[in-house]
């Protein structure tokens, strides 16, 4: 894979390479060596390697998480951040780690960090739910489980009804266990849709890809991610008019995901709408001043 700018330098060709192919650490390790300027790098490979740094680092962090490899996990995903803070699932599944290691103060701060950049973020609504139900303050955290189910159908609502009936009985251990369930459904299976999604589509098997995809959206048909996954699906085929309306659909839900952002710009010019397609990589700019990637995209 080459990208303008970066041409010629063996550390990220290699970096990229590794990404590709699933062996995040060593994309890691190649990455780091142009993001940091050790590799005799220019601004704008810095800049376009510490963006897929970003990707490699949260791929690990999953990766982590579904092993209960809890600490790992938050090293990834604060390594991350520093990259990429605009990103609510960054945040959400920091809490997510927190919260399983009983940080519950840190865990909240980091849900509402989440919720500060998607309010509708219903997963993160139910964590945050959970974590405040923990904390003792359960009519509120009831109250916010509710809301959550409201915005997300796919959450178990027979997990929150459990929760109410528990509280009310006084069994309050119990009602957190069901709110724990009810934060976690289908939490890992979306992850792992997304995952053989974009892996599909790297390896260009387009049918496969939309397939996971459609299945992401019939679970969290509401989640920015899934949307923007659906609408690579519909770029990969051609149907850019498709495309085009699920990654507005994603920015409905999260105006700052700049990943939508890109890729709505790709979209509009791909089906010839040049105007648009700058108009969205000038919006990504304003979200990231510093991405040489679009800076590169606007001079084409």
Not at 65 to 77: D, F, S, Y
Not at 127 to 135: H, S, T
Not at 235 to 264: R, S, W
Request: aromatic share 4%.
């Amino acid at each position: 894979m080459q990208v303008l700018g970066v041409v010629g330098n063996p550390h990220y060709d290699a970096g990229l390479s590794y990404l590709d192919q699933g062996q995040l650490e060593m994309a890691v390790i190649e990455l780091g060596k142009v993001a940091s300027g050790a590799a005799g790098a220019t601004r704008g490979q810095m800049k376009l390697a510490r963006f897929h740094l970003g990707q490699a680092h949260q791929q690990l962090a999953e990766r982590h998480i579904q092993r209960h490899q809890w600490t790992a996990a938050e090293e990834h995903l604060r390594e991350a951040l520093q990259i990429n803070p605009h990103y609510p699932d960054l945040h959400y599944q920091l809490a997510r780690v927190l919260c399983s290691t009983d940080r519950l103060p840190e865990a909240l701060k980091a849900v509402r960090q989440a919720l500060a950049l998607n309010a509708r973020y219903a997963r993160a609504i139910a964590l945050e739910a959970l974590i405040l139900y923990r904390q003792g303050e359960r009519e509120t955290a009831l109250d916010r489980a509710r809301e959550s189910v409201e915005l997300e159908p796919a959450l178990d609502s027979n997990a929150l009804r459990e929760a109410q009936d528990r509280n009310a009985a006084g069994d309050y251990e119990g009602a957190a266990a069901s709110l724990a369930a009810m934060a976690e459904t289908s939490v890992d299976e979306l992850a792992d849709l997304l995952r053989s999604a974009r892996e599909k589509l790297k390896a260009g098997a387009i049918a496969e890809a939309e397939s996971f995809a459609r299945e992401a959206v019939r679970l969290s048909p509401d989640y920015p991610d899934v949307r923007n996954v659906m609408g690579q699906v519909h770029l990969a085929k051609g149907e850019h008019l498709h495309a085009v309306n699920e990654f507005k659909t994603a920015l409905q839900k999260n105006p700052v995901f700049l990943v939508a952002v890109i890729n709505l710009g790709r979209a509009c010019r791909a089906m010839g709408n040049e105007d648009a397609a700058r108009d969205a990589f000038r919006k990504a700019l304003v979200i990231d001043p510093d991405n040489e990637e679009v800076r590169e995209l606007l001079s084409q």
